[in-house]
């Protein structure tokens, strides 16, 4: 059973400051997608990862992906208050017409 | 493009009451999917529809039906409601080939989120 877990759940930081989410999953997968969500409102596709060693940046958000280690990181460059959010990891299974699993998320708070 | 709609976007139900949840996508896609969201749970899958004329069950499909009309709509039915399946809930469409450098992205419905008494 294809299982993704992400830390940290809660994550507060500084304006300016760098920080990397992780996204840890348990068997093989086809693609990685993280996703960010704001309060009240519907999921924003970020970023699709396809394979191994896939770097993808934009603004201040670099994902990457290493299969062999079935890890993802989003790291965060020199945080903004527009990034608070809620950042979601999901896996899909192989050969599994895109059937996304999703870590819980995690809560990123950006105080001034 | 409207993208993915939901209707309705808030309900209230009392327990045993039934209710559809309608999804559409006008990007002309093939696969179609309804997720719920829980505090703290992530999103889980609860049915998808692979092509028009399939559907099959995802991780939490105890307790609903789904219906693909057509291509453009995927519905999603609660026969009996219950206190547990008060959630939000998110239809969402995929884009199976190379767009502008997106790859199988999926997009999302803007939610719909149901109470039950």
């Known amino acids: 059973e294809l299982k993704v877990e992400q830390n940290p759940l809660f994550l507060s930081m500084q304006e300016g400051k760098n920080y990397t989410i992780y996204c840890n999953y348990s068997?093989?997968?086809?693609?990685l997608y993280w996703y960010r969500q704001d309060p009240g409102k519907s999921l924003e596709s970020l970023f699709v990862?396809?394979?191994?060693?896939a770097v993808k940046q934009e603004g201040r958000l670099m994902a990457s992906l290493d299969t062999k280690a079935r890890l993802s990181t989003l790291h965060i460059t020199a945080a903004v208050h527009d990034l608070s959010a809620t950042y979601f990891c999901?896996?899909?299974?192989?050969?599994?017409?895109?059937?996304?699993?999703f870590g819980k998320g995690t809560k990123l708070t950006v105080n001034p | 493009n409207a993208g993915v709609t939901q209707t309705p976007k808030f309900q209230v139900l009392k327990t045993g009451q039934s209710m559809t949840l309608q999804c559409a996508q006008d990007?002309?896609?093939?696969?179609m999917y309804w997720y719920r969201q829980d505090p703290g749970m992530g999103l889980r899958l609860i049915y998808y529809?692979?092509?028009?004329?399939?559907?099959d069950k995802g991780e939490v499909p105890n307790g609903y039906n789904v219906s693909r009309l057509n291509k453009r709509e995927f519905s999603l039915r609660l026969e009996s409601a219950a206190p547990s399946q008060t959630s939000v809930y998110f239809c969402?469409?995929?884009?199976?080939?190379?767009?502008?450098?997106?790859?199988?992205?999926?997009?999302f419905g803007p939610g719909t989120r149901l109470t039950v008494l």
């Open positions: 990862l396809l394979s191994n060693g």
């Open positions: 068997t093989t997968s086809d693609r």
């Open positions: 990007m002309n896609h093939n696969s």
């Open positions: 529809s692979a092509s028009e004329g399939t559907t």
């Open positions: 969402a469409s995929i884009l199976f080939h190379t767009l502008g450098g997106r790859y199988n992205e999926q997009f």
């Open positions: 999901a896996v899909s299974k192989v050969g599994g017409s895109e059937k996304l699993v």
